[in-house]
T-cell receptor, first 112, second 117 residues
């Protein structure tokens, strides 16, 4: 089955700097890669996703890149703000069951 | 507002007791899921259901049971057979897009924290 690894487990940056979180997956059949943000005491919320027919996607300060050959994808947050502080999860989904496999999470702290 | 509601938010259980966590959605989503979250381990799939009256085991189904009698509801029972039930439980739902597309955007509830005393 699919295995998703996520690095780093914790990340601390200064406000205004960029943050990068990386994930690798094992199943080449995976074709959907979402990123979720989880704030303390809440459920995860989708912030951006990418499908396997696209190499990069951007939404304001957030971007995701996908390298299918290497089986890794990354989340890039530019101009970080204190409200970006949260736990971020990557995930991979593949047919036929569409069940999602999550990385272990990255706790991002943005220092003002 | 459409959304997914989990209750209770906090639950305490004595060893040997079964407890049931509620999950209700009004998004008209076909599929529903239960995940368990432990520190440093991300989210692990317990059970999922694509349609009413049907569900499949995830990676860690032992000690858990579910039912899907209504499209809107997917309750999870943590039985006494679950050896380490203290965790944060997340319910999610999605439109079932079918196996070919392989993409299911999950909407999560706020979670239920279960503590075994």
């Amino acid at each position: 089955g699919e295995n998703v690894e996520q690095h780093p487990s914790t990340l601390s940056v200064q406000e205004g700097d960029s943050a990068v979180i990386k994930c690798t997956y094992s199943d080449s059949a995976s074709n959907y890669f979402p990123w979720y943000k989880q704030e303390l005491g809440k459920g995860p919320q989708l912030i951006i996703d990418i499908r396997s027919n696209v190499g990069e996607k951007k939404d304001q300060r957030i971007a995701v890149t996908l390298n299918k050959t290497a089986k890794h994808f990354s989340l890039h947050i530019t101009e970080t703000q204190p409200e970006d502080s949260a736990v971020y999860f990557c995930a991979a989904s593949n047919p036929p069951n569409n069940d999602m496999r999550f990385g272990a999470g990255t706790r991002l702290t943005v220092k003002p | 507002d459409g959304g997914i509601t989990q209750s209770p938010k906090y639950l305490f259980r004595k060893e040997g007791q079964n407890v049931t966590l509620s999950c209700e959605q009004n998004l008209n989503h076909d599929a529903m899921y239960w995940y368990r979250q432990d520190p440093g381990q991300g989210l692990r799939l317990i059970y999922y259901s694509q349609i009413v009256n049907d569900f499949q085991k995830g990676d860690i189904a032992e000690g858990y049971s579910v039912s899907r009698e209504k499209k809107e509801s997917f309750p999870l029972t943590v039985t006494s057979a679950q050896k380490n039930p203290t965790a944060f439980y997340l319910c999610a739902s999605s439109i079932w897009t079918g196996s070919l597309s392989g993409a299911n955007v999950l909407t999560f509830g706020a979670g239920s924290r279960l503590t075994v005393l």
